[in-house]
């Protein structure tokens, strides 16, 4: 660690955080990629495109409330409201990068959109009989969910790095989502339908790696600038709440039409609502004075939506998905109060929202949950054909059982586990090279290097 | 009254807000007994368990689409905004509650659908084949209503009482609420779509009622914290905004598929729109200099959405909803100009909210309103089919008539007046236990005693 | 010009904010006049009637779900959430006009909408068996299009004018949009799906018209009003970021069944994604520093979904989509930068929110590749009965072919512009009457003159 030491400390010598040049570049350059990309490879799929009409009468189908767009339609706007508010005001806590949060946010979820849509592409919605990819709402939601795991991984850096460091780390983060998602779904055939660990466990861990590599030991010279307001902790719970009340459409957006859908909303609205007793209680009690601490309910609130994402769509019972978000309450909330403080202190992780807790973690749980439930699944509980449909049993998969599925489920977590882990330490690698525009030390948590501001704002801190 | 005085001031005089040990044991305890009687009771429905594909077979559906989730599940959704962001943002108008508007909001509403869930399904989902209770997409819905009640109530004590009071006065009113819509609905065969009896009656004066029971008379110790301050009323713009747009969808959740749904919608569309123009007016002709009070928007503009929640589904007609909307938000806006001071006053109730004003006044006109097109319904309106399925004339109730119909809609009013204010004595009475850590006169209206707070707090007010 | 000069500052000399019997007298005259006109006019249509169940199975529909409501629902909610919330929390950027942004917006959206529904319905829905206007669905999301002009016009007159003079515009507003709409949808026969045209390209200059007419030239008084402070602008990424997400329905909500809302959504997702990076890039390029200026961030992020709005439905292809979103974002950001100086330096159009660059601009962009995208139009893309279904190739048009189509699109653009400067120029003459309550030139951008204040205020500016 020593040649890393003396690197870092050449970096950090001179911090330029004009990005004038930069992330103007980036984006020109990038958009205009895209829209190259674009041109070549995309195009309507079916039941998008204007031959819809006459695809319906030679596929008989009687109306036009058959077309998927019908059936996801709404979820994905829920989706995408948790991307870009939910995501977005939910790191507006910290008292003077509001700006930041919400700002970088909307630029990386809209840049990693469209790559995603590539990428995703590619392996999944391919039409091999013209080279084209085919896209219709489904592409859009798994859009939505591929920046995710980006947007998951800026919560462990928010407020110490440059925007375009954000686009270098979503650019690989997408890419690198794309290839565990095709490994992880189609590869190993494990099922993901909320993304426990395709998104969170993936996203998690890949934000938690590059912050590693990313370590700041003087971080303590921002340290006034690490807490929050009155009116940001407000702020940060119209991301929360957001985040809780639509997490059920995100757990259900890309599950099989009819009961897959249905039952994967009844499951997460069912372990979310678990967790925040849980979440309170645990904050409660663990404070002195038994007062809530804000960061706990905006927070781990949430993590009982992460650890059912998997399980959503088997059948995990109503008390089952109730007991998911039982302990994930807890083990959430005891992470911020023991473990964030220990991996900052021992692990050199600077966790800036705690992602570990929210996302990593309850992602894991999530894995495991998934494997459980799938290793146990029957037909009695399931009915011949509603466990052929759940688990998609068909083609290759065919003679597929569900304990071979348990392992399969596993195998799934180990795959996330390490393309983030791993991931993370190439990007983070990368991230370090000092050209572009990180702040200096005492300059992070503000918006101060990236944003003009108003003139309240030196009264106001 | 003497000894009620005596009483009081005893419970008074000492003071301990610390919830440490009550509030975690009150969660976690419940908690444990929702899995349990989860795990005893509640199952999957048809349309939300796997057998659905073969159920769906048997019964000869031709689609996917028709499962339920597809009819109610976008309606669903709005409805857990309004419960989630809704209600505990319309509360955060206080300078210094906006945390335990928001949070203790969020804390009893996940706490209350559970409990809800159970306690409607026993009495509207019990399949007596297997003594399971069937859940589904209206279930959620239902339990997101049910939970409105006790939001409604917490409106009148905002500021006054503890996160464990809630917690009781929740339990009990949700248990109330089952009884209360059973008797209604079952057993009257009143029709109440958006719940104008249901749940604003009864939420308002159940709130109102234990407002009384907890009087305070030295209140006036906290009024440095009984006003807004100008961020924080418009943060209460959102939970107003989000209330007034989805509206509709609350009215229309759990109507008849078809043109029920459609037709609430319509209604409830109107009935908002005229109420912000007459609350506007009165509230800028009562005021000196013709300035408007934010109070008034806030709340009043909601009047008309509680006010046709009866009729919504009912053939009251475009002007009809119009109209409604027009004297709601007069009644209402008067409310706060004159009823509110002149209950604290003459009364000893005290409303933090104005819930009398939006709640509990509208939903006695609402309840009013229903009685009177129910009552005025012909066949040549409503056609003879429309007729029977607009007002469930089937089964027992199948030699019903209309102006019977009126009848039965008049005596829902009465059974939820009695309920809410009856209950609300009885949970007054025991919320006045010196048990359960509420606050002294002079920290009402503050998330101190709760919550842990940044250390900007003591500058902004 | 000398004569308008002098009439200008007689009207200034005496300015009297006092809207208490104005506002009021406004409001409820016009509440009353519309539940007459209602009563005389508005009935439901045949799928929100309770006849439905017979025309059900008169007209052999299979389902409930195929009612117009499960088509258009969500979408509508959609729409509704962008014109409270969306343009409404847009508009309190300004430090101390955050009570009138949100307040006025949903005074005059809740009054417009009724305006709407009759004045379109005239043109639209009557049935001429029995001459009453048959509402659905549909017609509620018009209503709220209709009234999404008046908004955009609210944007450059924001801080400077009364509420009566609001209800003025908004009047005259809406009357005029429905007969340019006529003109456009059915004489000229123009589609615009998401009303570039109709909308935001008149919205736009009859806004900025009016803004030109009530030039106030010592508008400096209130300069210290005109920016914003730190947290004013975060509201405004509320409303931004609710656009923003939410513009897919927009765009989609009245389209084509089927593959017309699906194609239209795809379409506006990617021209919005494109449009952020571009916006960010051009805010950073032309700032010194390369710091990032929230005004742009919040408006011209929004650019490429109205410069998608006519072509949306159209096979515009992904990547033309993503070409739209790149150059709005561009041209926009630059309107901030160079364009609104120079209007109100050299035109004399003061616009306070920018709508020339955000609504105006954008709008004739979306004209014009509306026009070009249905002049290229052809068979082998669309298929012959997705030609004909796109374009409304029927009735009287049956003989149309798609350069036809062009040339009428690029008609319907100068019947926008020239209703939107006209309508204006006499709304605005109108308006510069002394007789509605505007504020004096320093009480500019100030909610004081119309609100009554919480304490604090004095001290946070």
């Avoid at 290793?375 to 054909?385: D, F, I, L, Q, R």
Wanted: net charge negative; hydrophobic share 45%; aromatic share 12%.
């Amino acid at each position: 660690m020593g040649c890393v030491q003396s690197f870092r400390e050449l970096c950090d010598r001179q911090k330029n955080t004009n990005v004038r040049l930069s992330l103007p570049a980036v984006c020109i350059v990038w958009q205009t990629a895209m829209i190259i990309l674009f041109g070549v490879f995309i195009r309507y799929n079916e039941e998008s495109d204007a031959h819809w009409i006459e695809h319906r009468k030679a596929k008989n189908i009687s109306s036009d409330i058959e077309n998927d767009f019908y059936f996801r339609y709404p979820s994905f706007q829920d989706v995408h409201v948790m991307i870009f508010v939910g995501f977005g005001f939910l790191m507006t806590f910290l008292k003077r990068y509001s700006f930041g949060a919400v700002g970088f946010n909307f630029l990386i979820a809209a840049f990693g959109l469209q790559w995603a849509l590539l990428m995703q592409g590619w392996f999944h919605s391919l039409d091999y009989t013209d080279g084209k990819i085919k896209i219709g709402i489904e592409n859009l939601i798994n859009a939505d969910f591929c920046v995710a795991g980006c947007l998951i991984a800026y919560g462990a850096v928010l407020g110490k790095v440059s925007p375009v460091q954000l686009l270098v780390l979503t650019l690989f983060g997408i890419t690198l989502f794309a290839v565990e998602e095709y490994i992880i779904l189609n590869l190993i055939h494990a099922r993901d339908a909320g993304g426990s660990m395709v998104i969170h466990t993936f996203g998690g861990y890949y934000g938690l790696a590059i912050s590693w590599m990313l370590y700041r030991p003087n971080l303590d010279q921002s340290s006034r600038l690490q807490g929050s307001v009155y009116h940001s902790d407000v702020f940060a719970m119209i991301g929360t709440l957001f985040l809780w009340m639509f997490w059920p459409s995100f757990n259900s957006a890309i599950t099989d039409h009819g009961d897959g859908q249905h039952r994967a909303a009844i499951n997460t609205y069912l372990a979310l609502a678990s967790t925040v007793l849980t979440t309170m209680a645990v904050s409660s009690l663990f404070q002195k004075h038994g007062k809530l601490d804000m960061v706990h309910i905006q927070n781990s609130t949430l993590a009982g939506g992460v650890a059912v994402g998997t399980a959503a769509e088997f059948m995990l019972m109503p008390y089952g998905s109730l007991i998911v978000g039982f302990c994930c309450g807890i083990v959430s909330t005891l992470g911020y109060i023991y473990l964030t403080p220990f991996m900052e202190k021992h692990l050199k992780i600077q966790d800036t929202c705690g992602i570990h807790n929210l996302h990593a973690m309850p992602g894991v749980i999530g894995g495991i949950v998934g494997a459980i439930t799938a290793a146990a699944a029957t037909e009695s509980v399931y009915g011949p054909e509603g466990l052929i449909n759940t688990f998609d049993f068909v083609g290759d998969f065919k003679d597929m059982v569900p304990t071979q599925q348990g392992g399969h489920q596993a195998a799934g977590i180990c795959v996330a586990i390490c393309f983030g882990v791993g991931g993370g330490i190439i990007v983070g690698c990368i991230l370090r090279l000092p050209i572009w525009g990180d702040p200096a030390d005492d300059n992070c948590f503000d918006d101060e290097p990236y944003w003009e501001l108003p003139d309240d704002e030196e009264m106001s801190v």
